[in-house]
C-alpha cells in the first residue's frame, strides 16, 4: 500500500518541483538563461512555458539584434497553441517590424494563414473567411514569385467554396421560407459571384420554380410580366441543361407558365 501512494505521489513532486524550477528561473533567472531555455522549451513542444519565457525577456532585448528571433518563436508559440489570431497579430507586426528580416515573407503568409485557420464552417458567419482570402491575395499581390503562391491559391480556391456554399444556403433558405422574390435575387447573385459554381444546374432549376409560384402569388396586373419571366428561366435552363433530370419538372411549369398567360389574355 505505502509502495502504491509513493507511486502515485512521485511524478506530483516531481511535477512541483519542476514548476516551481520554473518559476524560479521566471522570476529570478539572466535573460541569457531565460532565452536558452524559452527555445530548449519551445524545441520540446512545451509552448506555454516557451511563451511565458519569451515574454518576459523581449523588453530586455530591445533594440538587439536578437529580439527579431525572439519575437519569430513568440508568434510561433502561439500558432502551435492554437491561438490564430494572436499569431496572426504577432506575425504581422514581425513582418512590419522587421521588414528586411528573413522571416518577413514567411511571417505574411503565416498571417494570412491563421485567418485561413480560424475560418468557420459554411453555416456560420463568413466574415472571417473573406478576410483570409483578402490577405492571402494581399501575399500573392505583394510576392508574386514565392514558392508560397500555390499554396495560397488553393487556400483562396478553398475559401471561397465555403463562401459560395454559404451564398447557395442562404438563397434556397429564402426559397423554402416562400420568399420567392428575394430567392431570385440570390440564386443569380450566386451566378454572378461564382460563374463556375458546381451548383449551377439546380440553382436555375429553383429559379424557375421561384419565379412560377412568385407569378402565381402575385397581383393580376403583375401576373403577365411574371409568368413572361418564369418562360425566360425555362428557356434558360433549358439551353444550359439541355439533358437535365430536372428537364420533365421544368417542362410542366413552362406548360402553367404559358396556360396561365393565354388565360390571361
Avoid at 500500500?1 to 524550477?21: F, H, W
Avoid at 463568413?126 to 501575399?139: G, K, P, V, Y
Avoid at 432549376?205 to 402569388?217: F, T
Wanted: proline fraction near 4%; charge should be negative.
Amino acid at each position: 500500500m505505502i509502495k502504491k501512494y509513493i507511486l502515485i505521489a512521485l511524478p506530483v513532486l516531481m511535477l512541483l518541483g519542476s514548476c516551481n524550477s520554473f518559476n524560479k528561473l521566471l522570476k529570478d533567472g539572466d535573460p541569457e538563461t531565460k532565452l536558452a531555455m524559452a527555445m530548449e522549451y519551445y524545441e520540446n513542444e512545451d509552448y506555454f512555458r516557451a511563451l511565458q519565457l519569451f515574454d518576459n525577456i523581449m523588453p530586455y532585448y530591445r533594440g538587439q539584434k536578437e529580439l527579431e528571433k525572439i519575437y519569430y518563436y513568440y508568434a510561433w508559440s502561439y500558432f502551435h497553441q492554437g491561438q490564430y489570431l494572436m499569431a496572426a497579430y504577432h506575425f504581422r507586426t514581425l513582418a512590419k517590424t522587421f521588414p528586411n528580416s528573413k522571416y518577413t515573407e514567411e511571417c505574411y503568409f503565416q498571417a494570412a494563414y491563421c485567418k485561413y485557420a480560424v475560418s468557420p464552417d459554411p453555416s456560420l458567419d463568413q466574415s472571417n473567411t473573406q478576410e483570409a482570402i483578402n490577405e492571402l491575395q494581399l501575399f500573392i499581390n505583394k510576392y508574386p514569385n514565392s514558392e508560397l503562391v500555390g499554396q495560397c491559391n488553393d487556400l483562396i480556391d478553398e475559401l471561397r467554396k465555403k463562401m459560395e456554399d454559404k451564398a447557395f444556403d442562404i438563397a434556397k433558405l429564402y426559397f423554402y421560407i416562400e420568399e420567392y422574390q428575394a430567392a431570385i435575387v440570390a440564386m443569380n447573385n450566386v451566378l454572378e459571384d461564382f460563374p463556375g459554381t458546381e451548383y449551377k444546374e439546380e440553382i436555375l432549376y429553383v429559379i424557375v420554380k421561384a419565379n412560377y409560384y412568385y407569378a402565381v402569388g402575385s397581383v393580376f396586373d403583375k401576373q403577365p410580366e411574371r409568368f413572361e419571366n418564369t418562360l425566360s428561366a425555362c428557356k434558360n435552363f433549358t439551353r444550359s441543361f439541355p439533358e437535365s433530370d430536372y428537364s420533365k419538372d421544368v417542362s410542366n411549369f413552362e406548360r402553367k407558365a404559358q396556360a396561365e398567360l393565354e388565360k390571361i389574355n
